[in-house]
């Protein structure tokens, strides 16, 4: 059985996506980026943008039914490789001693609002 969720507090996605597919004992995140729950990106300090995309990464888990410590792979992608140090200081404070496995690119999103974005899976099996 699949399911797919969409947290209740979000605007509807800009693009054609479920923000989470829950499929056997996996839960599935899209990609997340530093959207407020009206649809609006965040604009300002990168420490408050990696936060607010963990934020929605855990507001999509919520509503499939899964925590952070579930979580078992996360991808993240920065808009340049200068941010890879203050983005592990924000992702280490929020997923402490013991984060899910993970990976991290560099990528061209194509525009200047976005400097970060964040996938993962989580076993909820």
């Known amino acids: 059985m699949i399911e797919r969720f969409h947290p209740a507090s979000f605007a509807p996605a800009a693009v054609p996506l479920s923000?989470?597919?829950?499929?056997?004992?996996?839960?599935f995140v899209s990609g997340q980026v530093a959207t407020r729950p009206d649809g609006s990106v965040h604009l300002g300090?990168?420490?408050?943008?990696?936060n607010l995309v963990?934020?929605?990464v855990e507001a999509v888990l919520a509503a499939?039914?899964?925590?952070?410590?579930?979580?078992?792979?996360?991808?993240?992608?920065l808009?340049?490789?200068?941010?890879?140090?203050?983005?592990?200081?924000?992702?280490?404070?929020?997923?402490?001693?013991a984060p899910p496995?993970?990976?991290?690119?560099?990528?061209?999103?194509?525009?200047?609002?976005?400097?970060?974005?964040?996938?993962?899976i989580a076993w909820v099996g």
């Open 64 to 77: 499939a039914g899964a925590r952070p410590d579930q979580l078992v792979k996360v991808n993240a992608f």
């Open 101 to 120: 496995a993970r990976s991290t690119v560099v990528v061209d999103f194509g525009r200047a609002d976005v400097r970060v974005e964040v996938e993962a």
């Open 19 to 27: 923000h989470a597919t829950k499929a056997g004992g996996f839960v």
């Open 45 to 50: 300090e990168f420490a408050d943008e990696v």
């Open 79 to 97: 808009s340049n490789a200068t941010l890879f140090a203050p983005f592990n200081e924000v992702y280490a404070r929020r997923w402490g001693a």
């Open 54 to 56: 963990l934020d929605n």
